[in-house]
């Protein structure tokens, strides 16, 4: 069981046996057959470690501006809801994460949602949320594992299925499709980027910078300096006893400065990672596709596409996260029963992914709406789900992303009805 969980939710092992089944049904020989099937493993990794890099530095930076400005309530994390979820219901979990794959192949083989779904972490988070909503209702491990299997396989193929016409968009071509399950979310930014689209050429990356600010150009180095702020800023508000908590003995002052340079260097490993292990998946999945799934492509991570509009991803970062400290103001205003708080990393990928969706429509101006819109639903969305995982004993921690409260809302009130 222990081996199934870890091999499905390595995506870089299951991307690296894609491959070489690809290539081998290519009847490339052994040294192009290694090659290939080592540099998409590596590759996947790389951007692993820079996607790790990232999170963990935007973690930190969450945890000083939440002590600077005394934002207290429930941390709107993926991770640390799962680990709250796999502590109580791991065997549900486990098997509904392995039901849910078996059943995307299946769904993909047999319906017109040919998207195979390779993001192993967000699927875990899928079956968590899944295997709760049932929990919730009273159901045993039986239905839970068949019910939350089947709903997160059909949802592995169907939801990138939405974001496809703007993929194509994005990337001039249709051989990947978005596998983050926020895809109502990005979907829906790409509409709303319509409503600018006679400015759909005044993209985020044609933007025009005053001189003194040509260095943003570099994506890289505009993104150091917005980072540099932003930490600076929070590790202010915080105050050195806060930071030094985080800082494991670096001077508090000092510890920012690493911490923002550190993130901007997790976000160039990412992106080189990307770049290695795409351009292998690419050609060995139309062969593996054509053998088992015709006419299927893969569903991977968001960071895939940051390329195609880097600065876009820092737009969107600023403007969800923006968004997000809006929404906790809401819900202080109007008494809710709790708040949640946005998750800078999870601004940062899911905000900075609907910038892209915005852009590809309504150039930045669409970028900044629909990445605003979709960083409010970031925070309102798991606000619907609370009481239903509260009674089990999920209180510190909620799911924020829209396709999982979106889609574990349906399946909530639909069981609701018979109760």
């Not at 040509?214 to 505009?222: I, N, Q, V």
């Not at 993104?223 to 930490?231: E, G, Q, R, S, T």
């Not at 008494?335 to 949640?340: A, N």
């Not at 930045?364 to 309102?380: E, I």
């Amino acid at each position: 069981m222990s081996f199934l969980v870890s091999l499905l939710s390595t995506p870089a092992i299951l991307l690296a046996v894609v491959s070489f089944v690809g290539l081998v049904s290519q009847r490339k020989s052994p040294t192009q057959v290694f090659t290939g099937t080592a540099k998409t493993a590596i590759g996947f990794l790389i951007f692993g470690i820079g996607a790790s890099t990232m999170t963990t530095t935007l973690q930190n930076f969450n945890a000083m501006f939440t002590a600077g400005f005394h934002i207290n309530g429930v941390i709107a994390s993926p991770e640390a809801a799962t680990a709250l979820a796999q502590s109580k219901f791991g065997f549900a979990v486990s098997m509904t994460l392995i039901i849910g794959f078996v059943m995307n192949l299946v769904f993909a083989r047999i319906t017109p949602f040919k998207n195979v779904f390779f993001t192993g972490g967000h699927s875990l988070f899928f079956a968590c949320v899944l295997a709760l909503v049932m929990k919730a209702h009273g159901f045993g491990d039986t239905w839970t594992i068949v019910v939350g299997g089947t709903i997160l396989g059909f949802c592995s193929a169907a939801l990138p299925q939405l974001c496809q016409p703007f993929m194509r968009k994005i990337t001039g071509g249709d051989f990947q499709a978005i596998g983050h399950f926020n895809m109502i979310g990005y979907a829906l930014s790409g509409l709303l980027g319509n409503l600018f689209k006679k400015h759909s050429d005044d993209t985020t990356e044609n933007m025009k910078f005053p001189k003194w600010l040509s260095f943003f150009k570099d994506f890289l180095m505009g993104f150091a300096f917005v980072m540099l702020i932003l930490f600076y800023i929070s590790a202010i508000a915080a105050g050195k006893t806060a930071v030094l908590k985080l800082s494991g003995g670096t001077d508090w002052l000092v510890f920012p400065l690493i911490q923002a340079l550190t993130c901007t260097a997790g976000i160039s490993v990412l992106m080189t990672g990307v770049r290695m292990f795409l351009a292998e998946i690419t050609s060995a999945f139309t062969a593996f596709s054509e053998k088992f799934i015709p006419g299927s492509r893969p569903a991977l991570d968001v960071p895939t596409i940051f390329p195609y509009a880097p600065t876009a991803v820092l737009v969107g970062f600023l403007s969800s996260y923006a968004a997000g400290l809006i929404g906790v103001a809401i819900m202080v205003m109007f008494h809710f029963s709790m708040v949640i708080i946005p998750a800078a990393h999870i601004c940062f990928f899911s905000g900075g992914t609907a910038a892209i969706f915005g852009n590809s429509t309504g150039g930045w101006r669409g970028a900044v709406f629909g990445s605003f819109v979709v960083g409010l639903l970031l925070v309102f969305l798991p606000v619907m789900l609370y009481p239903a995982f509260s009674q089990l004993g999920i209180t510190t921690a909620m799911f924020p992303n829209v396709d999982y409260n979106v889609v574990g809302s349906l399946l909530n009130g639909f069981l609701g009805l018979f109760h």
